[in-house]
């Protein structure tokens, strides 16, 4: 199990290694961010890139 010094339990092995996704970046080019997932994938890119998660699994 992969947990941070924050006591964060990562979505799997080696989540900790990704790059964080800025948000606020997306929140100002966009507005509404509640699909990211979607945002993303017009971009080219996927979420499963990034430190993100849909909702907490614990």
């Given amino acids: ?5 924050d006591g964060i339990i990562g979505q799997f092995q080696g989540y900790f290694d990704l ?8 929140r100002q ?3 509404d ?3 990211l997932d979607r945002i993303l ?3 080219g890119k996927t979420p499963d890139a990034y430190q993100v998660a849909k909702q907490a699994d614990a």
């Fill in 33 to 35: 961010i509640a699909r």
């Fill in 1 to 5: 199990m992969d947990i941070n010094d």
């Fill in 41 to 43: 994938k017009s971009e």
């Fill in 19 to 26: 790059p964080r996704l800025d948000f606020d970046h997306y």
């Fill in 29 to 31: 080019r966009y507005g």
